[in-house]
């Protein structure tokens, strides 16, 4: 048991009441995200606040220190917060730390003076701050508490106390809000702030610290409302990002976010500060904010798709792959396919491969820039993310990835598939394609008609393992400079063939590594190569689709498409200008054909 007996409280009690709280919230992240239609009806509340809280779990300890424990819960909740409800909780726990004395333990009115202190941070984070909402809970707990503060030797009945005004706060944003009124519901982050205290104050009525462990892995399972009808947004990304060594005020921050949509906060410090705005052109804002300081992280959700996901799905299994995949962006709306894009580098300024740069703006920088750019795999976190998002609202999740001898995001989808698949008791599987490009797009493609045409999850799944198999990509690479640069071909060996004229054909063997499959003295020369070859494949096996691919070459693309459709009497399912982070290797110019063949 851990009892607080003494009139104040230290860093591991502090702790502990963390995660007691947090533990609440990932429990009931359902029913939060079913209540969420402020300020954008998309049900992710609950998600975001639960990723948030899992964020600073997983990356603080108990420390005895009140002070220091404070500070590290602020620092990593700022780091790890995620939409609109996370940021301005983090910026709650940003006022309460840089507010509170530095001891090793606190008062009662000494934490009443803390979030008394608190509560501006927020309002002033907010570019329009909305009444009935978390703002409003929090600041009404803060009043209480704060008029509580002499009691100095009953710091657990008045946190105890406390809930009573927390319920009927929660309750009065009904009214406060028109758009909560027409509902009937509560507020969805106020919601949450609630039931993270409610989470303390069960943990103060003497709970086993060992419990805490086993409640994190349990879900309450509710039945999300599907009463709601579909309200038009606005705005369709949800952007954040952490911008370091900010050079301009809060306020000029805040007004260039909101020339550029709304739903604007600005959390933390100059020195490290978190943005989050709803915004039609991500790739645009970070433009413009490129000169405010070193942006080192963003982060984009596509609002219509989460909306979707909540009230408007199509089918019940989810669909994941990641922005390698190459299928058109009508495809990929049709059939609801969630892409989560790699990080993408040009010295110190950082991209979302698809969404915060574009073919045009890449290939742009790819000649002009110093320095060759630089990819990173996708976190585990960001797929946490998303598949807590999926399982309040799916049956099941069938994610598939560029081939893991490439990146380590088949690796980390895998761990946080089976995190949430844990969590939520629902299957996630975790496919590498062994493959990248388009012939990832025609496995995403087959299995998600194959959800579409009602096959059952295991038959979806067996039937991927087999595509797999089946799958070819062959690429004619232009100019060798690019592989020579990224490190694809060793500079000696690159140079020697440039200086030769060779232009190579690069192909996926069987365990998803790059092998070369000829060389020839011209592109032309190349893709006649490549075309013999499926020749030789289509008199044995049937062509069941296949993919053109281009990198900035849509000319070239036309007349491969044309030369196919001659030889298979079929037309591509898509003609797609190749993913930024695979073009940067293929280089501007390359011509790719993807195909899946059935036996």
Not at 170 to 186: P, W
Not at 399 to 409: K, M, Q, R, V, Y
Not at 460 to 471: G, S
Not at 515 to 534: C, D, M, P, R, V
Request: with cysteine; hydrophobic share 40%; glycine share 6%.
């Amino acid at each position: 048991m851990y009892k607080i007996e003494a009139p104040y409280i230290n860093g591991k009690f502090l702790y502990y009441a963390f995660v007691a709280g947090g533990n609440q919230i990932l429990q009931n992240q359902m029913q939060i995200n079913a209540i969420n239609i402020f300020p954008v009806n998309d049900k992710d509340t609950g998600t975001n606040l639960a990723s948030t809280i899992r964020f600073v779990i997983d990356n603080i300890k108990p420390n005895k220190s009140y002070k220091t424990t404070v500070n590290n819960i602020a620092d990593a909740a700022l780091i790890g917060a995620r939409g609109n409800s996370g940021v301005i909780f983090a910026q709650f726990l940003y006022g309460l730390s840089r507010e509170t004395i530095s001891k090793p333990v606190i008062t009662l009115p000494e934490f009443a003076e803390s979030i008394r202190k608190s509560i501006p941070y927020i309002y002033e984070a907010i570019a329009n701050p909305v009444e009935g909402t978390m703002l409003t809970v929090i600041k009404e707990w803060s009043d209480f508490i704060n008029g509580k503060k002499e009691a100095i030797h009953d710091f657990k009945s008045v946190i105890i106390d406390s809930f009573a005004v927390l319920e009927k706060s929660l309750a009065e944003t009904t009214l406060k809000l028109k758009v909560l009124n027409r509902s009937g519901f509560v507020d969805a982050g106020a919601k949450g702030f609630v039931l993270f205290i409610k989470g303390i104050i069960d943990f103060i009525k003497n709970r086993n610290i060992r419990s805490l462990v086993l409640d994190s892995q349990e879900i309450i399972s509710l039945i999300h409302s599907e009463e709601i009808t579909a309200e038009e947004i606005r705005y369709r990304f949800c952007t954040e990002a952490i911008i370091k060594n900010v050079v301009t005020s809060k306020p000029d921050l805040q007004k260039i976010l909101s020339k550029n949509g709304d739903s604007v906060v600005v959390a933390g410090s100059e020195s490290i500060c978190r943005i989050h705005v709803h915004t039609n052109n991500p790739a645009e804002l970070f433009h413009q904010l490129q000169y405010v300081g070193t942006i080192t992280y963003q982060k984009v959700d596509d609002m219509v798709r989460q909306q979707e996901a909540a009230i408007k799905r199509k089918w019940n299994i989810a669909l994941v792959t990641d922005s390698t995949c190459d299928l058109s962006q009508e495809l990929i709306d049709f059939y609801q396919i969630n892409v989560v894009p790699l990080n993408l580098n040009f010295g110190d300024n950082h991209y979302l491969d698809k969404v915060t740069i574009q073919p045009d703006q890449f290939y742009d920088l790819l000649e002009t820039h110093a320095e060759f750019p630089k990819t990173s795999q996708i976190n585990e976190q960001t797929f946490t993310n998303l598949y807590s998002h999926l399982a309040s609202h799916f049956d099941a999740i069938i994610a598939i990835h560029l081939t893991s001898e490439f990146s380590g995001t088949f690796a980390n989808s895998q761990k946080a598939g089976m995190r949430i698949s844990k969590e939520f008791n629902k299957p996630v599987f975790v496919i590498d394609s062994k493959n990248l490009s388009g012939a990832l797009g025609l496995l995403v493609l087959k299995a998600a008609q194959n959800i579409e045409a009602g096959k059952s999850l295991e038959s979806i799944v067996k039937t991927l393992e087999n595509d797999v198999i089946q799958t070819k990509i062959f690429v004619s690479v232009r100019n060798l400079k690019y592989m020579i640069k990224g490190g694809r071909v060793s500079k000696p060996k690159g140079l020697f063939a440039m200086a030769m004229g060779l232009n190579p054909v690069i192909s996926m063997d069987g365990n998803g590594k790059s092998h070369l499959f000829g060389k020839t003295f011209s592109q032309e020369a190349s893709l006649n190569k490549i075309y013999a070859h499926i020749l030789k494949i289509i008199s044995e096996k049937r062509i069941w689709n296949y993919i053109i691919l281009h990198a900035h070459n849509s000319d070239g693309a036309q007349k491969a498409e044309e030369k196919m459709r001659q030889m298979t009497g079929k037309d591509a399912v898509s003609v797609v200008d190749i993913s930024p982070v695979i073009g940067m290797h293929a280089g501007s110019g390359a011509i790719a054909i993807s195909l899946l063949f059935t036996n």
